[in-house]
């Protein structure tokens, strides 16, 4: 039996998990997206059609420039399919923020878009880019068939830009995610591994690689329910609970902002509709940054995943 989360968490640090004052904010831009990834949490795809509208974005850049909100992660979805993306982009940078962008690494390749690296090159964004593996059969399996061959094509025209390789600020980022119902491996054996078989294979350097455990959330979780293998895979993380990683859980540090601008405590808490509630402020157009800095955190089971073996910071 699967103890919950909740009661671990209370188990471990004698109080419930609270925020610890927020230093970004993520926006998801929709859901609208030209993959369909096999573990995506929000479960985006070509057929989704929620987006954030302009008059949301424009409340979200509000309290940025209020509260002086030093990084904005944007995300979705592709963000990029945001018609308001540029725009939120370079209004954000007008506050001096620094801005994350989450990219698929493919969207450079559809109609339209062809311009988007440069455009993140000349705003100087941060890219964080899924790459499930350094070979093809284990990124076309869970991203669909071609997906490894243009996001190697993608990373080599990031390098050309000068992203990834130290100069100018260009931080380049790649996210693993298994393949399957096991968990991550250590983070700082696989970015080695990560880093000579890109430089060695295709020339590609990165700045970081960050290494998720798949979340029992959205696309995933149906497939683990189809499988019978959601109890097990719920067993297997809370096995691996580990306390230590209670203190940089990143629900701790932010606040996640769904297409509609209601509040989540993370991006996985709004995959399930689990918004923050009272007394807190639950919409972007209620934003406090003092009070939802020291909100206690809305917890489930699925949070075992960003607390197994070392975590998901």
């Known amino acids: 039996m699967i103890t919950k989360f909740k009661d671990k968490v209370a188990e471990t640090l004698e109080t419930p998990l609270m925020s610890e004052g927020i230093t970004s904010l993520q926006v998801n831009l929709g859901y609208s997206c030209n993959m369909a990834c096999k573990h995506c949490h929000v479960g985006a795809g070509p057929g989704r059609s929620e987006e954030m509208n ?3 974005i424009d409340i979200v850049l509000d309290s940025v420039r209020k509260y002086d909100i030093r990084t904005l992660d944007i995300t979705g979805g592709a963000p990029e399919l945001n018609p308001h993306f540029i725009y939120l982009v370079k209004e954000a940078k007008k506050t001096g923020c620094h801005i ?3 990219s698929n690494l493919t969207i450079f390749f559809e109609k339209g878009f062809e311009r988007i690296p440069e455009f993140y090159q000349e705003n100087n964004i941060e890219i964080t880019a899924s790459l499930p593996y350094y070979l093809d059969s284990g990124v076309d399996r869970v991203r669909g068939a071609g997906t490894f061959h243009r996001s190697i094509e993608a990373l080599k025209l990031l390098n050309s830009l000068g992203y990834g390789n130290g100069s100018g600020g260009r931080r380049l980022n790649l996210v693993y ?3 399957g119902i096991f968990l991550a491996p250590a983070q700082d054996c696989l970015e080695e591994e990560y880093r000579r078989e890109l430089t060695s294979r295709y020339g590609i350097v990165f700045s970081r690689l960050f290494v998720f455990s798949n979340m029992p959330v959205g696309r995933f979780r149906t497939h683990l329910e189809k499988t019978g293998a959601l109890e097990r895979y719920l067993k297997t993380l809370e096995d691996s609970f580990n306390p230590s990683t209670l203190d940089g859980l990143m629900c701790r540090h932010l606040v996640s902002v769904g297409w ?3 509040l989540y405590d993370c991006d996985f808490n709004q995959a399930l509709d689990l918004h ?3 007394p807190y402020p639950s919409h972007i157009r209620d934003f406090d940054r003092e009070l939802l800095g020291r909100r206690e955190i809305r917890l489930g089971d699925h949070c075992y995943g960003c ?5 998901s910071t």
């Open 54 to 56: 302009k008059d949301t």
């Open 100 to 102: 994350i962008a989450r």
């Open 177 to 179: 995610n298994p393949s």
């Open 260 to 262: 509609d601008g209601a």
């Open 276 to 278: 923050i509630e009272a």
């Open 307 to 311: 607390t197994a073996g070392q975590g």
